[in-house]
Every structure is written in C-alpha cells, then in structure tokens.
C-alpha cells in the first residue's frame, strides 16, 4: 500500500541512461545534489532523489521508458517536486509522457493526480487519506512492532514499540486517533508523520530529513566507507541549513554533535538521547532465514560467504548452511564437535532451537593478541548456522552466550 507515480514515457530517440544521470545531477542543486546516489543494471536505472525514499525507477521497453517511483515515505513536497522533476525533464530530453494511460491490465498516472490538478492543499488531503488507511489497517491487524516507511531489509529494534516511523516511535493511541478523526482534523498527523510536509523545502523540512537520517541511517561509529560518511554528512549539513533558515530551531544538538565528531575523527561518545534506533540492540536477518540480535553500531562486512559483525573489541561471524543427513537437530548439535577437545568448554543451547557450543582461550601470535573464542552451532531441520565469537576478555564471556542463544 503506497502513493506514488508510474508513468509512460513515448521516446523517438531513445536517451542513454548517462544523459538522464547527467541531466538529474545537473539540474539538482544544493543539498539535493548531495543526496543523489545512481544505480544501474542492463535495462534499468535507478536514482535516489531523497535519502529516506525508494529509489525513482527508470525502465527501458522498446522505443519506451517507464518511469515508477514511491513518494508516501516522504510526503507531498517530494511528490510534488518528483512530478516536476519528471515533467520538465521529459520537455528537455525529448521524452513525451503519458501521466493518464490504460493499456490493457497496465495503468500509468500520477496516483494522486496531482499532475493534473496542481493543487498542493489536496496533494496533501490524499497523503493524509493513505495515512488514515495505514492507521485503520494497523489497528486491524492486532500485532505490534510495525516499522512503517524504513527501508526493506532494515534490521527491527528489540527495544518494545508498537511501531517506528523513520520520524519517531509511535503508540497505539497515535493509530487510533487518526482512524477515529476527519481528513480536515488531521494536519498535525501530517506535520508529525511526513517528512515533507510543507511544498517549499523550508527549515522543517531539513530537520525531519536529518531527523530521519539520525534515527534510522546513522551507524554510531566512525565512517567505514564513502557510504557511511554521505550519511554522515547529510545528517551534518540537513541540520546546518534548518539553523540556517531558522536560527531558533530546536534540534537534537547532543546527537549532532556527536556526528560532527565522527566526521572529524574526534573522540566522542552515544549520547543517550530519543534519537538513533541503531544505539539498540537490533534484529538482523542473516541468510537461509536465521536471526540474530546485536548492537546496532557494529560495523559489518561479508567476507567468504559469512557475515562478519565486529567493532574495536568484538567480533561476531556467521555462515549458514544446508543439511542431508538423517539425524536428528539434537544429534546433529551433539555430535558438531570433538568432545575430546582439551581446555575447551561446552555450552548447551538455553532456547528451544537445539545447539552446542565452545569457548577456548586462544593467541595469535603474529598479530601479539590474545583473545576468547565462543564457537557454535545451531540447527532446525535441514539448516544450520555457525557462529565464531571473538571477544577480548572474559567479562564479555556473557555477552558472548547471551548473543549465540539470540541466533534462532
């Protein structure tokens, strides 16, 4: 469930993927042409126009080009500014596009229709009428811990909420007012829920966005790669421009603060503060299903099919595989190491997914460090995962348990 535009664009000579990137990057400007990022496959390009929104999609078919992209994370003033982006690219490059078009099952528009009408007050009024559906449609469904407009793949929080917006934490009693109220009564909704709420990108605007990027982008560590410090650097120069345009603004100074210090490289440290879902432990997903629970700000990379989770002291590896044999979870936990092993500890698992491991003091020598090591497995069924948990003393040895019984 979503707003947003799909339309069809009639092209007499076809446009190279590069010109478009080039006519986007070179009408962009300011903190917009910091927020851009560029993808590309065979027939397809993909261009981040906002950091908190899914990427605008561009797709050749034949002499044709589709243009599809989702707005409702953002809010009407990128929508707006996405339609005539699109528009006035389409009379520069020569691209006629088709904003209300039935062919068959396939159906191209503005689904706002704000293209034709232009009115910015009910291009709200239709935001507001799909967030009115989303609150009916969360207080249906009877669960909690909704994540609403973060991205796809976004680890969840193990802290209790019953939903996140990339915006804020957000209660039941919040749902309810809005399915329970009239359209005209929920502009505050609007204000709290949407990034972009106002048509113009005023100061409000930029300390959501950076909000946004605070609460849900923000690694909490020191940038690993470029990635990481664009986010950074968004959040740094999203919060600037609303001082800026609003030197009075309240602004979550403390965390700012703490994102300059990561981009200069000074020492620093987490505020304890509202802001920042990644200061939590978090839920991620790893392959074939599997799940495991770490602290959020844990730099992370794959290295040979595993994925590595680590930071100064720690580091937490997982791989997971397949399984044919017969034997049952149990057997198979039971029987995953040596059990003659010396100066080794055995650990069952403490959940109801069958597990064994062990924890043995080790040194490396070349690097003169020393270190503990827990080593386990966990299997359901035809899968299982091995985790290898490296920790530097044995005041960590609980964290080290607590982390391979999260696996499940």
């Known amino acids: 469930?979503?707003?947003?535009?799909?339309?069809?664009?009639?092209?007499?000579?076809?446009?190279?993927?590069?010109?478009?990137?080039?006519?986007?990057?070179?009408?962009?400007?300011?903190?917009?042409?910091?927020?851009?990022?560029?993808?590309?496959?065979?027939?397809?390009?993909?261009?981040?126009?906002?950091?908190?929104?899914?990427?605008?999609?561009?797709?050749y078919i034949g002499n044709h080009l589709i243009c599809s992209a989702k707005t409702n994370s953002v809010g009407p003033g990128y929508h707006a500014y996405l339609v005539e982006f699109i528009e006035k690219l389409g009379t520069d490059l020569g691209v006629q596009w088709h904003w209300n078009l039935e062919e068959g099952d396939d159906y191209y528009s503005d689904e706002t229709d704000y293209y034709n009408h232009r009115d910015f007050k009910q291009l709200q009024i239709e935001m507001l009428e799909w967030l009115r559906q989303l609150a009916k449609s969360v207080m249906e469904n009877g669960n909690k811990n909704f994540m609403l407009s973060v991205p796809g793949g976004y680890p969840r929080p193990s802290f209790d909420y019953f939903a996140i917006s990339q915006l804020r934490i957000l209660h039941r009693e919040w749902f309810e007012q809005i399915a329970n109220l009239e359209i005209h009564e929920l502009k505050?909704?609007?204000?709290?829920?949407?990034?972009?709420?106002?048509?113009?990108?005023?100061?409000?605007?930029?300390?959501?966005?950076?909000?946004?990027?605070?609460?849900?982008?923000?690694?909490?560590?020191?940038?690993?790669?470029?990635?990481?410090?664009?986010?950074?650097?968004?959040?740094?120069?999203?919060?600037?421009?609303?001082?800026?345009?609003?030197?009075?603004?309240?602004?979550?100074?403390?965390?700012?603060?703490?994102?300059?210090?990561?981009?200069?490289?000074?020492?620093?440290?987490?505020?304890?503060t509202e802001f920042g879902y990644r200061k939590h432990i978090m839920t991620f997903d790893l392959a074939g299903n599997w799940m495991i629970d770490l602290p959020g700000n844990l730099y992370r990379s794959i290295e040979d099919d595993s994925e590595v989770y680590y930071d100064h002291d720690r580091t937490v590896r997982s791989r997971c595989y397949t399984?044919?044999?017969?034997?049952?979870?149990?057997?198979?936990?039971?029987?995953?190491?040596?059990?003659?092993?010396?100066?080794?500890e055995f650990l069952e698992s403490e959940t109801d997914i069958a597990g064994k491991?062990?924890?043995?003091?080790?040194?490396?020598?070349?690097?003169?460090?020393?270190?503990?090591?827990?080593?386990?497995?966990?299997?359901?069924?035809?899968?299982?995962?091995?985790?290898?948990?490296?920790?530097?003393?044995?005041?960590?040895?609980?964290?080290?348990?607590?982390t391979w019984n999260s696996v499940r």
């Open 357 to 402: 491991a062990i924890v043995y003091y080790s040194i490396d020598k070349e690097a003169e460090q020393e270190y503990w090591i827990l080593q386990g497995v966990k299997v359901k069924e035809h899968k299982f995962v091995l985790s290898t948990i490296c920790y530097p003393t044995e005041e960590h040895k609980q964290w080290a348990i607590d």
């Open 323 to 344: 399984r044919s044999d017969k034997r049952s979870d149990d057997e198979y936990a039971n029987d995953f190491f040596d059990d003659a092993s010396a100066g080794t």
């Open 1 to 59: 469930m979503g707003l947003g535009i799909n339309i069809k664009g009639e092209v007499t000579n076809p446009t190279s993927f590069i010109a478009i990137q080039e006519y986007i990057t070179n009408n962009s400007s300011g903190l917009f042409k910091d927020f851009l990022s560029f993808s590309e496959d065979e027939n397809s390009l993909y261009v981040r126009l906002h950091p908190c929104e899914e990427t605008v999609h561009f797709e």
């Open 188 to 272: 505050w909704a609007g204000q709290e829920f949407f990034i972009w709420w106002n048509k113009q990108d005023d100061q409000h605007f930029y300390k959501a966005t950076g909000t946004a990027l605070l609460n849900v982008e923000c690694p909490w560590h020191y940038p690993a790669d470029d990635s990481e410090r664009k986010v950074l650097n968004n959040i740094d120069r999203c919060f600037q421009q609303a001082e800026q345009l609003s030197p009075k603004i309240d602004l979550p100074r403390e965390d700012w603060y703490t994102v300059k210090n990561y981009l200069n490289g000074n020492d620093t440290h987490i505020p304890e």
